[in-house]
C-alpha cells in the first residue's frame, strides 16, 4: 500500500520561503501523475500545482511564478519551491498520487 508523507511547512514572514517535499513509500510503483492541494478552514480542497511521469507541469493561477513543483524519481519525492510567500497561501497543504492517495498534510503559516 502507497503511503505519502509529507515535510517541510512552518511558519515564514510575508515574502519569505518555503520548500515542501513529500515521498511515496511502500510500492514500487512509479511516481506518475503527482500533484500538490492545499486547504483552509471552511473552504474546500484546491490545486496548487501538478506533474505527471512525462515531466509536464501545470499551476494554479494563484502560484504561478511563485511556486515550483519538481521531481525525484530516484528518491519517490516531489517537492514544491514556495517563494513570495503571502497570507493568502496559508494553508495546510497536501500531497496527492494517482489514483487517489493523499498525504497526512503539513501546515504552512505566512505571518509577520
Known amino acids: 500500500q502507497v503511503q505519502l508523507v509529507e515535510s517541510g511547512g512552518g511558519l515564514v514572514q510575508p515574502g519569505g520561503s518555503l520548500r515542501l517535499s513529500c515521498t511515496a513509500s511502500?510500492?514500487?510503483?512509479?511516481?506518475?501523475?503527482m500533484a500538490w492541494y492545499r486547504q483552509t478552514p471552511g473552504r474546500q480542497r484546491e490545486f496548487v500545482a501538478r506533474?505527471?511521469?512525462?515531466?509536464?507541469?501545470n499551476y494554479a493561477d494563484s502560484v504561478k511564478g511563485r511556486f515550483t513543483i519538481s521531481r525525484d524519481n530516484a528518491k519517490n519525492t516531489i517537492l514544491l519551491q514556495m517563494n513570495s510567500l503571502k497570507p493568502e497561501d496559508t494553508a495546510v497543504y497536501y500531497c496527492?498520487?494517482?489514483?487517489?492517495?493523499w498525504g497526512q498534510g503539513t501546515q504552512v503559516t505566512v505571518s509577520s
Open positions: 511502500g510500492s514500487s510503483s512509479s511516481m506518475n501523475y
Open positions: 506533474i505527471d511521469n512525462g515531466g509536464n507541469i
Open positions: 496527492f498520487k494517482v489514483p487517489g492517495i
